[in-house]
């Protein structure tokens, strides 16, 4: 079994990452303007969730574990969707009735990929 290292590579996205999941914190308890920086913090734990892997990956973790290389991580189909409730809610202070469709591509994918992780 190969050992995990952290080098320069995956310690400096490992540091990226930490820093956009404290920003997505942040951004989630802030007073001001709640509802559209939610979804700011939401699209920021989507991107870290897409540079996961590559932390992984340089860290040598899918050495060790191969059985992670399908992990449930890539969540683009969430991007477009969380821009435009981000924006909306900036510019109406409001979604419009049914914004919950909208993120159901992202849903059926994060589902894809979960059942896919779960198979041998």
């Excluded at 404290?22 to 700011?40: E, F, H, Q, T």
């Excluded at 540079?51 to 969540?75: E, I, K, R, S």
Aim: glycine share 8%.
């Amino acid at each position: 079994m190969n050992p995990i290292k952290f080098g320069m590579w995956s310690t400096i996205l490992l540091l990226g990452s930490l820093h956009g999941v404290l920003g997505a914190l942040l951004l989630a308890l802030a007073p001001v303007n709640r509802r559209a920086n939610r979804c700011l913090a939401a699209l920021l734990l989507v991107v870290v969730a897409l540079v996961t892997p590559y932390t992984l990956g340089y860290a040598g973790v899918y050495d060790a574990y191969p059985q992670l290389t399908y992990a449930p991580f890539f969540w683009e189909l969430a991007i477009g969707p969380l821009i435009w409730m981000y924006v909306r809610q900036l510019a109406h202070a409001r979604l419009p009735r049914h914004w919950g469709w909208h993120l159901l591509p992202a849903a059926l994918q994060g589902l894809y990929y979960s059942v896919l992780f779960t198979w041998p």
